[in-house]
């Protein structure tokens, strides 16, 4: 039997902080990619996160939490106003529910297949900035469908469709733009990596991905490269 332990860490085009003693520190400030909000990880363990959203015009603050399960799912809770918002994808959409644990709505995320004439090859080698060597695994394309007033509950919508930790600063971004153009969609395309290394008890995950506004992908909305390890340790 194996138990499962999640570590994500994001760096990419645009600055992506995530789940992982190795991304960002505690109290560490980003400096915004968008001038409209500035983000702060104010707490970070191996399972758990939290990040500060400041608004740089009025003053008002948000907040995003991760939160790894043992299970290795992700649950996320977006307070804004004073309200907290639990956001958590169930594999075949994502549940949002309300302070008392009421489901309040199902966002659909798709599935929208594998990426047509993708230029990798499988086991060709990658090597992103900065370090790591990873191979070719898979591109697929997938979308989320996007609603609310605040870019907390935004980014944690996003966070669930990709399966990743806190976003800080790129996703950051992309929730912005969503959220100041009232976009109801996203699209995505997500090229997958393996960590050529291949390292016992444990397999590395890289994630590139963009971001598109419309359903034939285009007009680009910003890209990431995300990484998800996953260790595993021998039970009883």
Same mark, same amino acid.
Request: charged share 20%.
């Given at each position: ?41 104010? %707490? ?5 996160? !939290? ?5 740089? #015009?009025? =003053?008002? @603050? &948000?907040?995003?939490? /991760? ?17 907290? %918002? ?5 594999? !075949? ?5 309300? #302070?008392? =644990?009421? @489901? &309040?709505?199902?966002? /659909? ?128």
């Amino acid at each position: 039997m194996f138990k499962k332990f999640f570590s994500v860490s994001m760096i990419a085009v645009l600055l992506i902080t995530a789940i992982s003693t190795s991304s960002v520190s505690a109290s560490t400030t980003i400096k915004p990619i968008n001038p409209l909000y500035e983000t702060e990880v104010i %707490k970070e363990t191996d399972t758990y996160q !939290k990040v500060k959203y400041t608004n740089t #015009e009025t =003053g008002e @603050v &948000e907040y995003l939490e /991760a939160i790894l399960k043992e299970d290795g799912s992700k649950v996320y809770k977006a307070t804004a106003n004073g309200e907290t %918002k639990t956001i958590q994808n169930d594999g !075949k959409d994502i549940l949002v529910k309300d #302070e008392e =644990g009421k @489901v &309040e709505n199902k966002v /659909a995320t798709k599935d929208l297949g594998k990426v047509e004439n993708s230029e990798g090859e499988v086991g060709a080698q990658y090597f992103p900035n900065p370090g790591g060597v990873f191979q070719f695994y898979s591109s697929y394309k997938h979308s989320v469908d996007l609603y609310g007033s605040s870019i907390s509950f935004i980014a944690g919508l996003i966070a669930a469709a990709l399966g990743a930790g806190v976003i800080a600063s790129a996703l950051t971004s992309i929730a912005t733009t969503a959220l100041q153009e009232v976009l109801p969609h996203l699209y995505m395309k997500t090229t997958k990596y393996v960590d050529y290394t291949r390292k016992p008890l444990r397999t590395t995950w890289g994630y590139d991905t963009d971001y598109y506004r419309y359903y034939d992908y285009t007009n680009y909305a910003g890209t990431s490269w995300t990484t998800s390890t996953t260790y595993l340790t021998p039970g009883p």
